[in-house]
């Protein structure tokens, strides 16, 4: 996620410190998924892996120094940090200096917004021999308002959230974005329905049908209980293929109709099936062997988010049926924290995949009627509505959008 205004960045430094500053960070963290140190985990085991973790709150975008003028008086140096990570890397490192190396730069959800944004420019200063292609987790959106949900008139649409971030952090565009899209619409050059035909450095994206988080953020995290509000969850589908079908040729994708996020940093990276293919599967044929690759669930309609579910251990089930360890089922939320997750112990990194999974759980279809609960007994807060839904998602869902929603690879 990010914050875009005073009320929202104060909001998010009080509950959640760790995105707006490193101060709070642990010296060390598991993480799982594309980084497991196992190759039958992940393609990329034996790969040097750098995690680069948010705290600039700015989808990786914005350059501006604290001041009056900027929300909550915050400084906003994603941009800055990218390239000096980027620089770091090349100069202490030698990325590049050795014939043959590649770079798979990349990220999840926020981390993957931001890597959308500097790809072309992360890939224009690197050393001339280094091949840099991207890997967006949970990028896509597509630009649908939320009509149609009765109980939420106050709603304030992701949107306008994003085109508040950009008039206050002003971020850098290319000009074959600025050209189609500036003045009002200059926001659209950090939407990836509208950026992403755009990005000129090849890449692979994660672009899930019913994305949990734009339809959450879309519908107060309430599931659809009136034809219209089926008609309207129905409607983001045929946006996602659409958008898949203009994404740049040679372009990897991986799509489920779960109602799923990231699949990248935790363990489904490579246990969620799509046409019995994982993620993993699907991104290291696209890398490693140059394959083309189209990974899409072919199931239409918002049911297919209800035959998903969770298994017992918190995992999104296989697309079609139950992955070891149970019967589908609803899973308990997570406790809302404002300290950053625990730092790794020995016992936490061999136990990785359960470790990571209560830092970055996605809600399936079973658990609508929990969260929709929740929501319903703390909605009476005075606050704008949608805010008080964004930190409660955050700290609820404690991941997709928090904790590793806004990493980047």
Avoid at 146 to 175: C, H, N, R, Y
Avoid at 288 to 303: E, L
Avoid at 352 to 376: F, K, M, R, Y
Wanted: aromatic residues 10%.
């Amino acid at each position: 996620m990010f914050c875009w205004d005073g009320e929202s960045c104060q909001m998010r430094y009080s509950s959640r410190k760790y995105f707006m500053s490193s101060t709070t960070w642990d010296s060390q963290m598991a993480q799982g998924g594309i980084f497991d140190p196992s190759p039958a985990n992940s393609g990329f085991a034996t790969a040097n892996r750098i995690y680069v973790k948010y705290c600039s709150s700015d989808l990786w975008s914005g350059d501006v120094a604290a001041s009056d003028s900027t929300p909550g008086g915050f400084a906003f140096r994603g941009a800055r940090i990218v390239n000096a990570v980027i620089a770091s890397l090349v100069a202490d490192k030698g990325m590049g200096a050795t014939p043959g190396q590649r770079l798979l730069f990349g990220g999840c959800s926020a981390g993957a917004i931001g890597a959308m944004s500097n790809l072309d420019s992360v890939a224009a200063k690197v050393p001339a021999g280094l091949q840099v292609q991207g890997f967006l987790d949970a990028a896509a959106l597509v630009d649908i308002y939320p009509t149609g949900w009765d109980w939420s008139p106050d709603l304030i649409p992701l949107q306008t959230l994003v085109a508040e971030l950009v008039s206050v952090i002003s971020p850098l565009f290319p000009a074959a974005c600025t050209a189609q899209y500036n003045g009002d619409n200059a926001w659209k050059c950090l939407w990836s329905s509208y950026r992403l035909p755009l990005v000129q450095t090849p890449y692979f994206a994660n672009a899930v049908q019913f994305d949990d988080f734009e339809i959450q953020f879309e519908t107060d995290n309430l599931g659809p209980s009136t034809p219209q509000q089926l008609a309207f969850v129905d409607s983001f589908q045929p946006a996602y293929l659409a958008l898949i079908a203009s994404l740049p040729a040679g372009t990897g994708v991986f799509s489920p109709t779960c109602l799923v996020h990231c699949l990248s940093g935790q363990s489904t990276f490579s246990s969620f099936l799509v046409n019995g293919q994982s993620l993993n599967d699907a991104l290291s044929a696209w890398y490693f062997d140059a394959t083309p690759t189209s990974v899409v669930s072919a199931c239409q309609g918002w049911a297919c988010t209800s035959q998903c579910g969770v298994t017992q251990q918190g995992l999104p089930c296989n697309m079609g049926s139950t992955s070891a360890g149970g019967t589908c089922q609803a899973v308990q939320l997570a406790t809302s924290s404002p300290t950053e997750p625990a730092a790794a112990t020995d016992n936490a990194v061999q136990e990785l995949p359960g470790a990571v999974q209560d830092q970055e759980g996605s809600l399936s279809g079973a658990q609508q009627n929990a969260l929709a609960a929740t929501v319903s007994v703390a909605s009476s807060s005075p606050t704008r509505k949608g805010l008080f839904t964004r930190k409660l998602m955050g700290a609820e869902q404690a991941a997709t959008l928090s904790c590793c929603g806004g990493e980047q690879a």
